[in-house]
């Protein structure tokens, strides 16, 4: 079993940056696959990136590509989402997952609570 804890959403500015960080409770962190989700009012939680459990390989969703990074740091059993050139339509709430990998929710057995990511103009 796998608890996670995400930390860092707030109030960001568009065109400006905020990071998101995710710690894992647990073992076995480094055979996980990662990924960071988020859920607008009124809508579906949606894929907004992946990374493996060595952090070789990373996905996005063509939404952030270019503009969000996701990493992790398997030495602190954590995760990040690097958001830069923020745009309003980021606004949602943000979860941190981890299991399998792959782009859809029903990939990730484990979740975080989410945190608030606001982007205001």
């Known amino acids: 079993q796998v608890q996670l804890k995400e930390s860092g959403g707030g109030l960001g500015q568009a065109g400006g940056s905020l990071q998101l960080s995710c710690a894992a409770a647990g073992r076995a962190f480094s055979n996980y696959a990662m990924a960071w989700f988020r859920q607008a009012p009124g809508k579906e939680r949606e894929f907004v990136a992946t990374i493996t459990g060595s952090g070789a390989y990373t996905y996005y969703a063509e939404s952030v590509k270019g503009r969000f990074t996701i990493s992790r740091d398997n030495a602190k059993n954590t995760v990040y989402l690097q958001m830069n050139g923020l745009k309003l339509e980021d606004t949602a709430v943000y979860y941190c997952?981890?299991?399998?990998?792959?782009?859809?929710?029903?990939?990730?057995?484990?979740w975080g609570q989410g945190t608030q990511v606001t982007v205001s103009s």
């Open positions: 997952a981890g299991r399998s990998g792959g782009i859809s929710t029903t990939d990730y057995g484990y």
